[in-house]
């Protein structure tokens, strides 16, 4: 962990606690909050009230691309180099379409794995403060914020009844 | 479909004792585990030596008689595929149905998918007679320009293992992360590191989980038509073709159908051995099984109907080849290979109507080694028996395997085998953060859950 | 990787190899040894070139073949001064320009592997060591003068000069020569004498005979002058213009000929000429017409009535009337007997009578021309005196020169060992067969292609052989051997002066020349040489009577010894002859043209015969005679008469090189001594046979012996030919089954209208403009399953043979291979009928093998071939299993390196490559011919003219059953045959619009 952010961590253990401390944040005006759980949790998405993830578009391109990609390839190289076999026509269509559709999932699978990594990196969590327990069976809560506001944050917490709350001074 | 509410659907454990359980899996390995594994590199070693002769000397020490110019190799390469589609139906096609009894299983047949495919994978280099020219079916671009026949089934299955092999795996991967993340934090040392590096800087902030779900979703939804799609590819190497025997409408989905019956008979050859080596009885339940067997007794009831299809077609058609064909499958000199697969399939699956043995996990496996000894057969016969005996009678000839043909089967067992129990022994065999997400978490004020 | 470019067998020493040839061509001089490849400085001399050598220009030598007594003319393909390839002379009056099999693997007897490198002698302790020539020519020398007319040679050399050089020295020293032929034709001889006091052999012509009645005469495969035999049958037999002759066989066992029979009749064995002599009878008393001192013998004919002749040979009363009416009405006919499948005691009895037959029919001087006498060895008789007079220690000298008795002659003769007493045996063979291996001395001979000499098979053809390339081991020429001791010996042998066998040759040939009024002796030579020799027109018929013997025709039951209960019937192999095959592969490897087993021996017996012995096919069956015993694999076959096993002659050489040794068995271990007939009685002996309990699978090529009604060897009877239906049409017509489409108009008009689109898609690139496609007709009313065509393939093609246990595994690599399947025979009474397909890839318009290759190997290119470029082949195989004629082959081992030990890979056609491991292979329809042609014609700057492109297979057929040319030019021929009512393709329903058709078989409706 290079050069820690400035902030203060809770951990908790109750989810309904987790969210009231998100709410209460939030309604503080803490916007820029980062919350850890061990598994997808729709209350915590709820409290956060995100955007639906635009991770799909990378899906849509990523197919389409290939899709075309496939067609494209094909027939340039059948006629590129035009051999005839079994009478049929040097680029004809139906064998041409498994080809495309092999490389449409293809493309989209790997262009949405694309967006799983590059979307979270968009916006860099390097430093924050973060505990093990959270990949096991607590919540945690991580606000950055200088030393002047941290006694408030702290008190949200605690009051929303997180089992502990941590500050680092930058 | 297999969407059952189940009372025990959900786990009775905590978050805690879920990753303490899993993660004790990656532990010593036990001596029933190293027995397994030694005994899978002897098989992969059998394997490997015949290669080496079959490239050295040539594909005649198979036991290839023309006209049958394909046999066990191919018989075993559409085997190991069709073993791969359980996983991804499993792992995908459920997880879009929203079924909750697949996630205790779907991360061990996932994981079973890719290392069928790479199996699979092997076995067109292995029976082309120069493999060391395989490269030569990509089309990749060289001096003299020239491309291959994309009219030919054998490039849509090259495109189609292809993207199946590469797709599972990243869905296997993507899965794997949050759960690497969860040991990366239970254990020490040197694993921390390495789990640390695999985890890929994974922490749960609700900023990685909102684009994961999403993509996971897409992902599943990609793989969905893929599955189906590879099969039906895999069939069309036969289907296109005009052997009588293999020029048939219905290859695609009885394919599919024989593809994911034999994938969750192999489901329960390898779960039920290793959730008692794991310790897992307690997470991989009897009801998951029972529900598998459930679409084990649907695949093979399709199955039951596409055979009889085969047969009715044939006779129906009038075609004086056709008919000799299966005439010859179920009492020519190779009607042993034919009973033995329809008996296999057909009617050993209707067993499962009864829940007293689907529940019997001893039973089930019993049933799962008929399986996976009745779809290779399957296979066989499909290949084989057609070729043996198609439209010119003075060409027919008798196939007889060799040691070159049992050689190399084994070695695929062993292949498959010593990737599967590594994986089982590194990584959680059991999606932790799944598990979890069915799993309510404490809360302070008892009630009000949603 | 090595295989990426398929490379000539075992590379490197190869390539030497082929350039010390080369170099020694231009050398002249030098002699190519062995394997030697301390020659390569020899690269040098081609800088002088031999004016007939061109690299890449393929020289042709006319000569003669020596295979078999049949003394047919034969074109020598030389490349880079190696033969690669023999076919037919054109020219010559004998076969026209076709060939047999056995005749093409000659080239394989010449580079045969076992053949002798040198000249050796015997040592004290049994063993051979090699000699100087110089040390050899000195011993034989030594023993001559000491012999002198103590000299004896057994000679197998058909009649030519060097025979007359040998009767010439020999009769100088006083000694004797005996012209020995395993397969003489003493009975045929001998009934000649007697009934037209005349001994001599006569031609036959099958051509302008309009029915033809065979006693056990294979006349297609082994009796007398089997192509000429065939192309004269086919000519008759093939259906032209709504005729066709008849053709009647009556024999124990369905042989090839039988095979090709319209009528086959299983008679009982022996029986032959109580049938012949019954039909005489019937001719006699029905008809007048019959020459007048035929009725001379209406008194001796009498006895021998139909009922009789019902009674004992099994053939019902009524046919056999109905054969002699049919036989008398049809002019001219022709009746055939003798040779070896129905050589018994009484063979004799048999040709007296089927002369008689012959004669009241009045075919004598039509189809039956004494003029042209066919020159024949002598009878086993001289042998057998010369056997005693060795046996008694009269003879100090024995030379044996073209022939193996001690393999050829039954072992109860006791020949070896009377052999053995013989004071110094000298033998030329070129190989180490049997009888060179008694020998003392042996100074290989030079093989055919390798010498001078000639042949006079029969009146008036004088056919020369000439070398058409060095030698390929250090032999000599007997003649020139025996001219060397001559001078040597000097004394008695001083007249002859020929300072080599080509001079002594020269000046026969100038006496030859004066002869025929030639004034310039010089050309004549040469314009023979290139013509293959010279050959005169028929002399006229000279007038037949019957002699005062033909009285003393008749018919007792031949006496058969033994107390076995099953008559054994060996038979001279259509591939293997009398045995001198069984050292070439593509013999070998060529399937039994009848039983389609290769590469060993089998005993053939009837179903019931096997029923009641219970054995299966492949179950080793031991038969017992008094005089030996053999052992081999059943093989079940209804052409038989129950009551008689055969076997086929020609394996089971002790000696003879390492294909032939310990192969198979010879079946004449179980006969006996033929004790006072003049010949060799095969047909003698009953055996006893019982099951070993062993089993060996029968290497045979065939899957299923019936084609299942799916019309791939279509046949219709001679009325509705006349009536010129279609194939379809005339199945409607038998079976009464009633014609209805399968498609509806518009049904047809869309699937026009779909291929015109599919066609169109199709011209791009190369295939846009103009181009022939090539294209064959293959008439099966003509072919009789001979397979010629399949050596000629191996040997064009450089086609490896793969040897027993490939074929076991059924990967023979047959481009070329003549199906043979079995209507009818299985009902008592109901007819056994055996069709025959030539099968090869048929080169689809919409070829199935073309859209499965991933990567374009399998092709089809703008002249309609489909093309297979083996250097992209990868090897999935996909092709052959989508091919449904399958005639796709794949090269599971590196049979190219295997199949060609040296120094069989100088036979290699160099326009062709050799396929490496791991590729599949198959017809091209001889493209490098094509190519050659077209190039040929654009040298010439002219058009491709029609007939310029024969295949291999089409060039070697004795039928001429095979047209091959282009499809899109109305006028050629194959375009006229394809307009032939009776074309078909096989399996047409499967619209893979085939570039080979047959024309189907015609057959006289059948009388059981």
Redesign the interface.
Known sequence: MANPVPGVLGSFVHIDAATDAIRALKAKGYADLTVYTAAPNHEVEEAMEHPVSPVRLFTLIGGLTGCAAGFAMTFWMSNDWPILVGGKPIASIPPYVVIAFELMILLGALSTVAGMIILPLLRPTRGYMYDPRFSDDQVGIFVPCGADRAAEVQAVMTRAGSVEVRHETG | MATVAHEHAVPTQ???EV?RDVIATLGKPSRGYVLMFVGAVILFLIGLATFVALVK????LA?????V??SVYITTFVFWVGIGHAGTLISAILYLFRSPWRTAVYRATEAMTVFAIMTAGLF?II????Q???Y??L?YPNQR????????????D???I??YL??ST??LV?GLV?DI??V???VSGWRKRLYGLLA?GW??????????????L??AA??T??VL?VHS?VS??FA????PGWHGTIFAPYFVAGAIYSGIGMVFTLLIPLRKVLKLEHMIQEHHFDNLAKLTLLTGSILAYAYAMEYFVAWYSGV??EQ?TFYLRAFGPMWWAGWTMIICNAFVSQLLWFKRIRTNVTALFIISIFINIGMWFERFVIIVSS?R?????????QLTPTWADWGVLAGSFGWFLMYFLLFARTFPIIA???I??MI??????PG?S? | MAADHTPSPSDGMNRRRFLTVLGVAGGGSAVLSGCSTDRIQKLVPYLIQDEDQVPGVATVYASTCTECSAGCGIHVKTREARAIKLEGNPNHPLNHGAICARGQAALQGLYNPARLTGPMARNADGSFSPVTWDDAIQRLTQHVSQAGARTAVISGAGVGTFTDLLEEWTAALGGRVVRHEPFDYEPLRAANRQVFGTDAVPAHDFGSAKYILAFGADFLETWLSPVEHQQGFAQAHGYRDGEMAKFVSLAPRMSLTGMNADEWHPIAPGSEALLALAMANVILSERSGAPADANALRGVLAPYTTERAARETGVGEETVRRLAREFASAKPSLAVAGGVAGQHRGAVEVCAAVNVLNYVAGNIGQTVRFEQQLATADGYAALDSLATAMDAGQVSLLIVHEANPVYTLPRSTGFADKMAKAGFKVSTASVLDETAAQADLILPNHHALERWDDLRPRTGVHSLMQPVMQPVFDTRATGDVLLQVAQAVGGPLAQFTASSFQAYLKDAWRGLAQARGSTDAEQFWVNALGAGGVFDSHAPATPITLAPGAGRVGYSPPEIDGDGELVFAPYPSPMLFDGRGANKPWLLENPDPVTKITWHSWVELHPETAERLNVREGEILRLSSPHGTIEAPAYIYLGMNPGVVATPLGLGHTAYGDYAEGRGVNALDLLGPPNGTGFVPYLSTRVRAETTGRYQKVAKTEGNPRQLGRGIAEAMPLELARRELSVEAAHYAETGAEHHEVNTEREVEAIAGFRESQQLKTQKGGYADEHPRWGMVIDLARCTGCSACVTACYAENNIPTVGQQEVLRGREMSWMRIERYFEGGEEPGEPLEARFVPMLCQHCGNAPCEPVCPVYASYHTPDGLNGQAYNRCVGTRYCANNCPYKVRYYNWFAYNERAFPDPLELQLNPDVTVRARGVMEKCTFCVHRIRGAQNQAKLEDRELADGDVVPACGQACPSQAIVFGDLNDPASRVSEAARNHRRYHVFEDLNVRPSVMYLAKVRHEREA
């Open positions: 905590t978050h805690a990753t000397q040539g594909l005649g036991g290839y008689n023309p006209p110019m394909w067109p029976h082309i007679g120069r060391w020219v395989f030569w079916l089309p320009l020239l491309w291959p026949n994309f009219k030919s089934p054998l490039m849509w090259v495109f189609a292809g993207t590469t797709v990243t869905f993507v949050p993340a969860a990366r934090d239970k890929l922490t749960g902030s609700d900023r990685q989980w909102r684009h994961y779900s999403r993509g996971y897409y992902l990609l793989a038509p893929l799609s590819v069309w190497d296109v073709s005009i052997v004086s080849w000799t070729l005996n198609d439209f010119d009678p003075y060409a027919w000839g932790i953060q799944e979890k997400e309510p978490m404490p809360r302070k004020r009000g949603h």
